[in-house]
């Protein structure tokens, strides 16, 4: 457990550990999806602490841990964060992502074709409520680009406008692009909202500081 369950001591980002997901962390992943489900949340812990709108099941997620992988970040032996990613081919059979699909085919990034570039779909990031605000996130995309830049050129992804604190960190902290903006009316019936944001990562890029 981590070394105090009720309050995490604040720790230097050294003292955590990133890592590719062992089959053995499925259970602590599901426990974060809960935390952030949408679903599961106010509209006020949606709006101050971000939120996701996809659910994996175990088998599915013993098939990313497999191929490609899911990236983990642990304090003291305790996963207290994830970032789940998966090829563009396998992200295209995805229902829900066909709009997504039909606006960055026709997109250039850094004056280059979407095409051109050998690209990873990002699905999904959670982070343990209490550990929200500690660099998280930067670790496990530093762990992505160590594990990756070597086989993809950029990641991609898209993030709902409602879904602020996500979109502030994608944008500030991490130096992703808002490469599109659109609109997916059937999506505000679900409280994930109506309008989005595609978002690029060049994988290949020096660490932001």
């Known amino acids: 457990m981590p070394r105090n369950p009720e309050q995490p001591e604040k720790s230097e980002a050294?003292?955590?550990?990133?890592?590719?997901?062992?089959f053995s962390d499925r259970q602590r992943?599901?426990?974060?999806?809960?935390?952030?489900?949408?679903?599961n949340l106010s509209e006020e812990e949606k709006r101050e602490g971000g939120f996701i709108g996809i659910r994996f099941d175990d088998n599915e997620l013993k098939k990313l841990i497999e191929d490609?992988?899911?990236?983990?970040?642990?304090?003291?032996g305790t996963v207290v964060g994830y970032l789940s990613f998966t090829t563009l081919d396998k992200a295209r059979e995805i229902a829900d992502l066909e709009p997504f699909f039909e606006r960055v085919k026709?997109?250039?990034?850094?004056?280059?074709?979407?095409?051109?570039?050998?690209s990873l779909f990002l699905e999904q990031?959670?982070?343990?409520?209490?550990?929200?605000?500690?660099?998280?996130?930067?670790?496990?995309y530093e762990k992505l680009k160590q594990d990756s830049k070597d086989r993809y050129d950029i990641?991609?992804?898209?993030i709902s406008d409602l879904n602020q604190r996500s979109l502030h960190v994608a944008r500030d902290k991490l130096g992703f692009k808002i490469i599109d903006t659109y609109d997916v009316p059937e999506r505000e019936e679900t409280g994930e909202g109506k309008?989005?944001?595609?978002?690029?990562?060049?994988?290949?890029?020096p660490e932001r500081e």
């Not at 990641?155 to 898209?158: G, L, Y």
């Not at 309008?195 to 890029?205: C, E, G, I």
């Open 106 to 118: 026709d997109l250039r990034f850094e004056g280059k074709d979407f095409s051109e570039y050998r």
């Open 125 to 140: 990031i959670s982070i343990d409520k209490r550990y929200k605000g500690k660099g998280i996130p930067k670790l496990l």
């Open 29 to 39: 992943i599901r426990e974060l999806q809960e935390q952030n489900y949408v679903e």
């Open 14 to 22: 050294s003292a955590f550990e990133a890592r590719m997901a062992k």
């Open 155 to 158: 990641a991609v992804s898209e």
């Open 195 to 205: 309008t989005w944001h595609a978002v690029a990562l060049d994988l290949r890029s």
């Open 68 to 76: 490609p992988g899911i990236v983990v970040v642990q304090d003291a």
